[in-house]
């Protein structure tokens, strides 16, 4: 059996009691060895929950979703080689995570999970399907890259790259930055498709905000973008 003890899972919680502990121990499950975090804000039993189920709880630094997100990827330690990120409400399959991994192992910077499919399906609105493939493509035009899924919630980086950039993580839409900044500076990025599953629990998505920080980090200058890094 693979050891994956250098993989940190780490996810973002905000009362997912109903799902935190299936996707914690689902982490544990297919990736023997490996340590989970998780950065809460809840107030219900989230917290306890995930503890109980091995995980690390850190509660988190206040500030909404990117503040949160940002301190889930940057808390492993050096030990940790690959940072694997996943949605506490269940609706991306935890049998493709050694796959994500080994994809990291062999020299990709980022490897995402794609849930779009070419048509609709039942477990994401129509309307946040196509502004997703809007985004999409404009994110794949500007890196000159085929981007499938600007904001997955279920991907593994290299940690190193994670502490290379100095992340603009305020706001909404953090998690397109997470695959748009390496593609546009020349890392390798590989996503590979996925049946995307019906959300345990209520979603916490603001749909408009969110749509238009979507679209200002995709048109932001490449030199913008340079500047962040961390010399």
């Not at 940790?80 to 049998?95: G, K, L, M, N, R």
């Not at 600007?150 to 909404?172: N, T």
């Amino acid at each position: 059996m693979i050891n994956f003890d250098d993989v940190a899972v780490v996810m973002i919680t905000r009362n997912e009691e109903l799902a935190v502990q299936k996707v914690v121990k689902d982490a544990f499950s297919h990736l023997p060895g490996c340590s989970v975090f998780v950065i809460d804000g809840s107030t219900d039993r989230t917290a306890e929950l995930a503890t109980l189920a091995g995980a690390r709880v850190i509660k988190e630094p206040g500030g909404g979703f990117g503040p949160a997100l940002h301190c889930a990827l940057t808390t492993p330690g050096q030990e940790f080689s690959v940072i694997v990120t996943i949605d506490a409400d269940d609706t991306y399959p935890p049998e493709i995570f050694p796959e994500l991994v080994t994809l990291v192992n062999q020299g990709f910077d980022v490897a995402g999970a794609n849930r779009l499919t070419i048509k609709p399906t039942k477990h994401m609105p129509v309307i946040n399907w196509a502004a997703n493939l809007c985004f999409n493509v404009i994110a794949s035009v500007r890196t000159r890259k085929v981007i499938k899924d600007v904001h997955s919630g279920q991907r593994a980086y290299k940690r190193s790259l994670i502490h290379e950039y100095d992340w603009d993580y305020r706001g909404f839409a953090f998690p397109i930055d997470l695959i748009f900044w390496p593609a546009l500076t020349g890392k390798k990025v590989k996503e590979i498709n996925i049946k995307y599953r019906e959300r345990i629990g209520e979603t916490t998505l603001v749909r408009g905000p969110s749509g238009k920080a979507s679209v200002l980090r995709l048109f932001r200058k490449k030199s913008v973008i340079r500047s962040h890094k961390v010399n």
